[in-house]
């Protein structure tokens, strides 16, 4: 691939940044559909926090 | 029902003397602030005095081109805004984006020589996103495949 | 009249059951084309290497922390004048998600910074209101959990929301009104955007699949807290 001269995973930076950054997001994200889907059965407005 | 009735109305007034004394009341508050508010002098204000003399400041502008002179880790290069620049001295790691001619932010002091000493350098990205210029090998790669 | 009707939980329940499947494939849709156009396809910056691609996920969680506020706003607006149910609904259900994306906005610049800048952090303008915007967002939670009485909650919230409305814009022109190490704008600026076309598109699919998965997310959690208020009316 031509953007990518080391290959894709070894791309500079990488590892130490680009994908920090999107797994952060992606975890953040997944627990807000994970709230609004099966949210506590205690809560009292049922919203999902 | 009417949708502006006459306590609609009292609600909406009421609301916007809160938000309109709210508003005027950050925009003062700002204002008087604004100094604090600065990242960074610029090395003419530097040079006018206007920074703080006895502790640590940041001195903001572009790497003066063909300044950049490095030994080891220590590097000397100077601080432009056009106008007036100033040389300064640092000992350690650059970031990525600092370049001649790029946006640079230094934190530290100026020496009674007229020398700012570096503790901080701090590269500004100047909000462009491009690709590189294709070279002729990347070229010839690209027919290629 | 049609406003008052459309504003009604019984007529909003439906519509929001109908609108939710296409922001979900909106969102799935546009994510995935989005993030493989900007991580694999899209070519490699000049100055910044590899780590401009962080901007994909940084430059639309920064828009959705300021867009759900300001929507908020509107419904914490209506809440106060015309104690509209689904203007306090919207208000209950909207936080959550607008603090993540505020969250988000603040790891992954974090993280940009510190190879490009040199440092994970600095106190300037734009930083140090986005972070306030953090606060206020968990101001506006802390209500909500500590006021039982859900319209009693909407209200508090609705008046905390629209003071910290005056970030917005401190957040949106810090970059003008004062020197910052954030950069300025690159898309809404004088001259057009200063991002190639090739690099620009995947961040306008990015943010249209993040607006999806809040319009999405957002309308769920208002169905869930409509059908709980409708089981508690049963009960009672």
């Known amino acids: ?49 | 029902m009417s949708l502006l009735t006459a306590k609609h109305k009292r609600r909406g007034a009421f609301l916007a003397v809160i938000l309109i004394a709210l508003s005027a009341a950050t925009f003062l508050m700002l204002r008087a602030f604004n100094e604090n508010l600065l990242f960074y002098f610029l090395p003419s204000q530097v040079k006018e005095g206007k920074a703080p003399e006895n502790h640590d400041f940041r001195m903001g502008g572009l790497v003066l081109n063909g300044s950049i002179k490095k030994d080891g880790l220590t590097v000397h290069f100077k601080v432009t805004d056009l106008h007036t620049s100033i040389p300064v001295v640092y000992t350690g790691i650059l970031p990525d984006l600092f370049h001649e001619n790029r946006g640079v932010i230094v934190e530290g002091r100026m020496t009674p020589s007229g020398l700012f000493k570096a503790d901080q350098v701090l590269a500004k990205h100047d909000a462009k996103y491009q690709p590189p210029e294709m070279t002729p090998q990347m070229k010839k790669y690209m027919q290629m495949h | 009249m049609l406003l008052r009707k459309f504003s009604a939980p019984k007529t909003f329940y439906p519509l929001a059951g109908k609108l939710m499947p296409w922001f979900f494939w909106t969102f799935a849709v546009l994510g995935a084309v989005g993030l493989y156009w900007g991580l694999v396809l899209a070519p490699v910056d000049a100055v910044q290497g590899q780590a401009y691609r962080i901007m994909y996920v940084h430059v639309p969680s920064a828009w959705m922390s300021m867009m759900i506020y300001t929507s908020m706003t509107a419904a914490a607006i209506a809440a106060l004048i015309w104690r509209t149910k689904v203007a306090e609904l919207w208000l209950l259900c909207s936080p959550a998600l607008g603090a993540s994306f505020t969250f988000i906005t603040l790891v992954t610049g974090s993280l940009w910074g510190k190879p490009m800048w040199g440092a994970y952090w600095v106190w300037d303008a734009r930083l140090t209101s986005e972070l306030v915007l953090l606060f206020i967002y968990f101001a506006i939670l802390a209500m909500k959990s500590a006021i039982p009485d859900r319209r009693k909650a909407a209200r508090v919230m609705a008046m905390i929301t629209v003071v910290g409305f005056v970030n917005i814009p401190i957040i949106k022109f810090s970059v003008d009104w004062w020197t910052t190490l954030h950069q300025g704008d690159s898309i809404f600026r004088k001259g057009g955007p200063s991002i190639a076309p090739s690099m620009l598109i995947p961040l306008f699919m990015t943010a249209l699949s993040f607006t999806s998965y809040y319009f999405w997310l957002v309308l769920k959690r208002i169905r869930t807290m409509i059908e709980k208020t409708e089981n508690e009316r049963k009960t009672a």
């Open chain 1, 1 to 49: 691939m031509v953007n990518f001269p080391h290959g894709f995973w070894n791309m500079g930076g990488f590892w130490m940044y680009v994908w920090p950054a999107y797994a952060v997001a992606f975890v953040v994200m997944a627990l807000n559909v994970a709230a609004a889907y099966w949210p506590d059965k205690d809560d009292r407005n049922g919203s999902g926090e």
